[in-house]
């Protein structure tokens, strides 16, 4: 049992757990749902995982013929595959602007209670698809098993044995990923940072939290998503999607049937942070966050309307609860530890080490090659925070400032600090903090990486000493020729480019 758990935060996980309950606070409203659950358990679905749910040939059959039926319906179709896909981005080529097209909500706090209205309603849809009407969408479970960080098998292949299509593969996904060579990595996945906050939303601008800015309308392509939305949220999207899959492009990513299950895990992880307790609650004084409407359709293609107090509690308003993890899962114990640290007032984030900004305002940019950049420590507080294992220094982020992408097509970089030279790049090694995810990201704004994990797992095998501290961008295996391939038809880009790069304490 981990020793920084506090008693009521074990309690509350206890009850959460029992309850199978997904976003409740307070413990006489988790005793109701206990009953609640207790005495209708036959009529709510269950969120299972993928690992369990495969298991079953009949639940992967009506999983699939749900897809096959959506996908086979007219895009005009509000039940169509199409349809629901445009919902979240609308594709370049695509003239038509239908009702609740393009509407997704990403870099605010809007991104939680979006997406599970959205998720909510494609599953009744897809369920009604199905024919089977105990269907419920599965949830990829990347971030607590290790072994299930490569694409789920019944997404990998084009034909099933019998010789027909499987209508839960598609081509647009990175090199390996479809082969199943291609794993998620830790630090693409963990949801530790995200999970110590206590804060649901952040108000300024330098300010963290689990789920992002406060907006007063909904926010297409926000630049304060919170720490969750980053990571695991955003880094998947690039792995999987890579330089110009699908999934790594807003307009394109709900097209791909892996990127349900993917919301579906985000979804889970809400419930799960707020078990936590500690504070953690979600944003119920707020009426932009309560009372904002947004639009979908239900199984019948009628256009209906959400708010956020509609879906708060999953059980009781949405009818559906997660199967959810055991509780001695390892990430979610480290996920713990300062979970209560007091240094979540507000300040502003300081600077400890940066990349020299040159007068010309040169841009550095990003092709095939890996590029290392030098963070030099200018005051000797920087340098404290990462030559003492006992600093102060709690968070610590990286941030690439100012930003320009294709989002059509541009390498999902692997980031790596203090990687030495001529040792091979390896993102199950200590010295990779993750991708350079740009998924939903504005042109121009700064990419954030919560890298205190990394940094603390550095000092502890003394890999950080000196004065200076270096980030190297390498381009994954297997990507550069699609970007090559791609430039060169479509005279596109391709590159990043960037002003600089720094690391901040995060408040
Ligand atoms: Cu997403």
């Not at 695509?94 to 494609?122: D, I, K, Q």
């Not at 690039?238 to 990127?259: H, K, L, T």
């Not at 480290?334 to 900004?357: D, R, V």
């Not at 940019?365 to 890996?370: F, I, K, N, S, V």
Request: glycine share 8%.
């Amino acid at each position: 049992m981990p020793s920084n758990f506090s008693r009521r935060e074990v309690l509350r996980l206890l009850s959460f757990l029992s309850a199978g309950a997904a976003g409740v606070g307070s413990v006489p409203f988790i005793s109701s749902l206990v009953n609640k659950a207790n005495a209708q358990t036959s009529s709510v679905y269950v969120r299972e995982n993928i690992a369990t749910f495969m298991q079953s040939p009949a639940k992967i059959a009506a999983l699939r013929e749900g897809v096959r039926v959506m996908q086979s319906r007219s895009s005009n179709d509000p039940t169509s595959w199409i349809y629901q896909a445009n919902m979240h981005g609308i594709p370049r080529n695509e003239s038509r602007r239908l009702t609740a097209w393009g509407t997704c909500n990403h870099g605010s706090f809007f991104f939680f209670p979006w997406h599970r209205m959205y998720v909510y309603y494609f599953e009744r849809i897809l369920r009604q698809a199905s024919g089977d009407p105990t269907l419920a969408l599965p949830y990829w479970n990347y971030s607590d098993f290790p072994d299930q960080r490569p694409l789920p098998e019944p997404f990998r292949n084009r034909l099933l044995p019998d010789g027909s299509t499987n209508s839960l593969y598609v081509e647009q996904r990175a090199p390996g990923i479809n082969q199943g060579t291609t794993a998620l990595a830790s630090a693409e996945v963990s949801y530790s940072a995200a999970f110590q906050r206590t804060n649901f939303f952040h108000t300024s601008s330098g300010q963290q939290s689990f789920g992002g800015r406060r907006a007063t309308s909904s926010m297409h392509r926000g630049s304060g998503g919170g720490l969750l939305e980053g990571r695991p949220h955003n880094q998947v999207h690039v792995v999987v999607g890579g330089s110009n899959g699908w999934m790594r492009q807003v307009e394109m990513a709900a097209r791909d049937p892996i990127f349900w299950l993917h919301h579906s895990n985000i979804d889970r992880l809400w419930g799960r942070w707020l078990s936590l307790g500690g504070g953690r609650a979600n944003p119920l004084n707020d009426r932009d966050w309560m009372d904002d409407r947004f639009t979908f359709f239900n199984e019948n293609g009628d256009r209906v309307t959400m708010r956020g107090r509609d879906i708060i509690d999953t059980v009781q308003q949405l009818n559906y609860r997660y199967d959810d993890a055991p509780l001695g899962n390892q990430m979610l114990v480290s996920g713990m530890s300062g979970a209560e640290s007091s240094s979540q007032a507000a300040a502003t984030p300081q600077l400890l080490a940066t990349t020299p900004m040159n007068n010309q305002q040169m841009l550095v940019e990003l092709r095939e090659a890996p590029v290392t950049l030098t963070l030099r420590f200018p005051e000797s507080q920087g340098y404290r925070a990462f030559s003492n294992r006992t600093s102060a220094v709690s968070s610590l982020t990286l941030n690439v400032e100012k930003v320009e992408y294709n989002p059509r097509n541009s390498i999902p970089y692997e980031v790596y600090i203090n990687l030495p030279q001529g040792v091979p790049p390896d993102r199950n090694s200590p010295y990779y903090v993750g991708r350079l995810a740009l998924f939903a990201h504005p042109q121009k704004a700064t990419f954030s990486l919560d890298i205190s994990e990394a940094v603390s797992e550095l000092q502890r095998l003394n890999l950080i000493t000196g004065d200076s501290i270096s980030v190297t961008f390498v381009p994954p295996a297997g990507e550069v020729n699609v970007l090559q391939r791609t430039d060169r038809a479509r005279q596109l880009p391709g590159v990043v480019r960037f002003e600089r790069v720094t690391i901040t304490t995060a408040n």
